[in-house]
Nanobody, 123 residues
Framework: QVQLVESGGGLVQAGGSLKLSCAASGRTFSTYAMGWFRQAPGKEREVVAAISRSGATTYYADSGKDRFTISRDNAKNTVYLQMNSLKPEDTAVYYC????????????????WGQGTQVTVAS
């Protein structure tokens, strides 16, 4: 079991940056691969980035490549998403997720989810 709480969202102008954090409860954080997903109104939830339990392997969707960086600090039970050069199309609710079967890119592969944090990029 793990509980996830996202923070760091907000309103930012196009071209700006935000750093999202996902704090996990419990002592088993390092057991889970972690992912960041986002969902805009009327659209399906989509993967943004994912990271293996050790942090050695990462994945980025094309939408965030070269702009976003996922990282984790297992000692702090926290995963981060640094977002640079934000665009209006990045506007969405961003969710942190934990997976028990390793790094995955589909939402269905993740077991635990945070409540989401809103990111709004103004044009």
């Amino acid at each position: 079991q793990v509980q996830l709480v996202e923070s760091g969202g907000g309103l930012v102008q196009a071209g700006g940056s935000l750093k999202l954090s996902c704090a996990a409860s419990g002592r088993t954080f390092s057991t889970y691969a972690m992912g960041w997903f986002r969902q805009a109104p009327g659209k399906e939830r989509e993967v943004v980035a994912a990271i293996s339990r050790s942090g050695a392997t990462t994945y980025y969707a094309d939408s965030g490549k070269d702009r976003f960086t996922i990282s984790r600090d297992n000692a702090k039970n926290t995963v981060y998403l640094q977002m640079n050069s934000l665009k209006p199309e990045d506007t969405a609710v961003y969710y942190c997720a934990a997976g028990v079967r390793g790094l995955g890119v589909a939402a269905r592969e993740y077991t635990y989810w945070g409540q989401g944090t809103q990111v709004t990029v103004a044009s």
